[in-house]
């Protein structure tokens, strides 16, 4: 267990539809960064959070987004989804100012 | 923004060989350099990393050299194993206050 929790593991849904992901930083950690992993296209950077405000963003669709909470959790909203939108989402966490990145274990998004 | 090229894309080596995986990011001012291991299924984890002021720092079999002149990286692993199956990404970042840019992967295949 590396600390970072995601929920769910896995998500099937319909084309059109809207889902959120959830993911738990390591306790201290203040920054959540977001990644896609498509088969081809690695680990593609979405948003980091920092102790509640956006720090940084990366190739997020406008149909996604995100926000970190009061209580560090972050969720990431992803609406009219295409079946493109198939992927590894994965949460990290770091404490700023240090180095390397924690990951959670990912959630699997399927769109059917 | 920062952009990280690895190579190659797919490796696979007899066990006990060494194998060698190549990195070059685009950012001079990037000083951290990380390498994730990811096997089937699981999250990326952090098996080993490099700051701009050392040229190389080795952990057992695994072992990671730096030009930044080049701006180039590798990661080394000598006596490979089944085990070492997985794939394996460099990444790059400005500061421990920055996102990590990720390369797209290599597939390592350890044969026995």
């Known amino acids: 267990d590396s600390g970072v929790t995601q929920t769910p593991k896995h998500l099937i849904t319909a084309t059109g539809q809207r889902v959120t992901l959830r993911c738990s930083p390591r306790s201290g950690d203040l920054s959540v960064y977001w990644y896609q992993q498509s088969l081809d296209q690695g680990l593609q950077f979405l948003i980091q959070?920092?102790?509640?405000?956006?720090?940084a963003k990366g190739n997020i669709l406008e149909r996604f987004s995100a926000q970190q909470f009061p209580d560090l959790h972050s969720e990431l909203n992803l609406s009219s989804l295409e079946l493109g939108d198939s992927a590894l989402y994965f949460c990290a966490s770091s404490v700023e100012g240090v180095f390397g990145y924690t990951f959670g274990s990912g959630t699997r998004l399927t769109v059917v | 923004g920062e952009n990280v090229e690895q190579h190659p894309s797919t490796l696979s080596v007899q066990e006990g060989d060494s194998a060698v995986i190549k990195c070059t990011y685009s950012?001079?001012?990037?000083?951290?350099f990380p390498w994730y291991k990811q096997e089937l299924g699981k999250r990326p984890q952090l098996i080993i990393d490099i700051r701009s002021n050392v040229g190389e720092k080795k952990d057992q079999r695994i072992a990671v050299t730096l030009n930044k002149t080049a701006k180039h990286f590798s990661l080394h692993i000598t006596e490979t194993q089944p085990e070492d199956s997985a794939v394996y990404f460099c990444?790059?970042?400005?500061?421990?206050?920055?996102?990590?840019?990720f390369g797209k992967g290599t597939m390592l295949l350890v044969s026995p």
């Open positions: 990444a790059a970042s400005i500061s421990g206050y920055s996102t990590l840019t």
């Open positions: 959070y920092y102790n509640g405000e956006e720090r």
């Open positions: 950012d001079s001012a990037s000083n951290y």
